[in-house]
């Protein structure tokens, strides 16, 4: 029999993906990708049906400056950066 | 750089009266006033949107302006940072959806940060960073520099334009300088919409290169604190794709997904961060007493994030998931929601009334692999020169496993043409995980205090 005892490690990403909950980050994260990419017919609208689309608060970037004090401030207090834009952004802070 | 994809942008079939939006038709007829007003205008704009307006005036598009401007004040508690930050920013639509843009940031700093270095039950004193003063912290507390002051302007130009029917391209270059650190970045992005613009893919690469000159020089990592330095400065490098995919779902709801792969090269360390050597049984500072700093000098990192964007009757709701990992070992989670609670009566396809928008946000990460509170000596550490250290160590929380909580409101002004004030209040709390197993005297003190933070910020735009 062996000794061998199992090292500590992180876990690798094929056992992150068996994690129940990993697995349905996952899929959540994704659904509106597969939607999309599914070719869903009801998905979108037509070109008249874009005035609420169209409104500034429906931009998904409403204040540039807004968005980028942020992404200053947390990037120098946080470890993460990145997903929406690019990270950084040229600091001595982090 | 944003990948924002303009998706909403009305097409003339649905053309709204947004102050932001960035494709103003021309004007369809071809009465005098419309002549007159057109040169006028271009007149006053001059250059090339003169010669086309010339040209044809009946559909001469107009160049527009659109100027915000903001100032930030972040405070946090404590005596520590304190930030005032001013910034403006300038865009130029052509007329034909070309647009370009400047951005001006100021960004003053003061106020007493971290060295790195564990509380003790006794008064420490320290060298300072440029090494020509020292600083004393009390008993019990947490050691901070306070010679904490920089400087940072930051000047960034953009430039963006419709490549062919259904795509864009968007280029910009920043350059930021402190006094001791330099930046310059370069990024392109591009755009390609599909199904009547109801999807869109969207790619960019962005590049960056730092210049850190510490104060005093860059300290031997691993060496034993303020005992010297190597060189006058280093440098990093720093690349990052970003692949973004966005979806218009239905008429009040879009979203987003998109990846950012970055990946640092260089210098990663902080030079004014250093790590106490402690004594296994008593806590007590010893050995060495005080190392400098050591991370890898590379860094990858991965982050997805997905956003939704639903407009209800009035109100919107923008909802954000960010999951991010590192190969330092830290990965974490961002949820960020935000309630835009309209309180005029505008329904339809404008924006004019005031607002109030609350915003929550949870963030929690790991700690890196190599995140020490201390070192300990005789255990990872052992002082002198036969002595060993580990590879990499740092004691900065940044690295360290917190919760954060940012809990603020928004106030939006609209003051018609397209002119908006906007007051926002943030406090911002980090919890920061409590080492275990704190040896000796160590046991009774706060070792990692909480962060609190207050942020301030008052912004004005307008078209024009």
């Known amino acids: 029999m062996s000794t061998l005892a199992p090292t500590p490690m992180r876990p690798s990403l094929p056992v992150l993906c068996r994690s129940r909950r990993v697995r349905l980050g996952l899929g959540l994260m994704a659904l509106p990708a597969l939607l999309a990419l599914g070719g869903c017919g009801s998905l979108g609208v037509q070109p008249w049906e874009r005035d609420l689309l169209a409104k500034p608060s429906m931009q998904l970037t409403v204040s540039p400056l807004e968005a980028a004090a942020d992404d200053h401030t947390y990037f120098s207090k946080e470890a993460a950066t990145g997903g929406r834009s690019f990270g950084g952004g040229g600091c001595g802070c982090n | 750089m944003q990948l924002t994809p303009d998706l909403n942008a009305p097409t003339p079939a649905a053309f709204s009266t947004s102050a932001t939006s960035s494709s103003l038709p021309g004007s369809n007829g071809t009465g005098a006033l419309h002549l007159a007003l057109a040169a006028a205008v271009t007149g006053l704009l001059g250059g090339a949107a003169q010669a086309e307006g010339l040209k044809v005036p009946a559909a001469a598009p107009a160049a527009t302006w659109q100027a915000d401007a903001a100032v930030l004040l972040y405070r ?4 520590r940072v304190t930030a005032l930050e001013p910034v403006i920013s300038l865009r130029r639509n052509d007329g034909n959806d070309r647009t370009t843009g400047l951005r001006l940031t100021l960004d003053t700093l003061t106020g007493a940060s971290p060295n790195g270095a564990v509380a003790q039950p ?12 020292t600083y004393t912290t009390a008993a019990g507390r947490t050691p901070l520099n306070s010679e904490f002051r920089d400087t940072r302007i930051a000047l960034l130009a953009s430039h963006e334009r419709p490549l062919g029917t259904d795509q864009r391209g968007s280029f910009s270059a920043n350059v930021s300088a ?11 992005s591009w755009t390609r919409d599909f199904d009547n613009k109801n999807r869109t893919l969207s790619l960019g690469l962005s590049t960056e290169f730092d210049r850190i000159n510490p104060e005093g020089g860059v300290p031997v990592e691993r060496g034993v604190a303020f005992a010297g330095t190597s060189k006058s400065s280093d440098s990093r490098y720093v690349v990052d794709l970003l692949a973004g995919f966005t979806q218009v779902m239905s008429r009040r709801w879009i979203t987003q997904v998109s990846y950012n792969l970055g990946r640092g090269s260089g210098y990663h360390s902080d030079p004014y961060k250093i790590l106490s050597v402690v004594d296994g049984s008593t806590g007590l500072v010893t050995g060495d007493r005080y ?4 991370r890898p000098r590379s860094r990858t990192r991965h982050s997805l994030n997905v956003q939704s964007k639903w407009h209800l009757t009035q109100d919107v709701v923008d909802l954000s998931y960010r999951y991010y990992r590192d190969d330092w070992g830290i990965s974490a989670h961002t949820l960020d929601g935000r309630y835009r609670w309209e309180l005029g009566s505008h329904g339809g396809s404008g ?22 509170t201390w070192l300990t000596e005789g255990g990872e550490y052992v002082s002198g020169a036969a002595g060993r250290s580990p590879a990499y160590a740092s004691a900065d929380t940044r690295l360290a496993a917190f919760t954060g909580q940012t809990l603020g409101v928004k106030l939006g002004l609209p003051t018609g043409q397209g002119r908006e004030w906007t007051l926002r209040v943030e406090t911002y709390r980090q919890k920061i995980d409590q080492p275990a197993n704190a040896p000796g005297a160590l046991r009774s003190l706060d070792l990692t205090p909480d962060l609190k933070a207050f942020t301030l910020m008052v912004g004005y735009s307008r078209p024009f």
């Open chain 2, 178 to 188: 402190e006094h001791d650190f330099a930046s310059v970045g370069l990024s392109g």
């Open chain 2, 122 to 133: 006794t008064a420490q004193t320290f060298t300072s960073p440029s090494g020509k003063g």
């Open chain 2, 76 to 79: 946090e508690g404590d005596g």
């Open chain 2, 351 to 372: 924006d004019g009334g005031p607002y109030i928008e609350p915003h929550l946000r949870w963030y929690r990460q790991s700690a890196a692999d190599f995140y020490r």
């Open chain 2, 291 to 294: 190392v400098n700093e050591s």
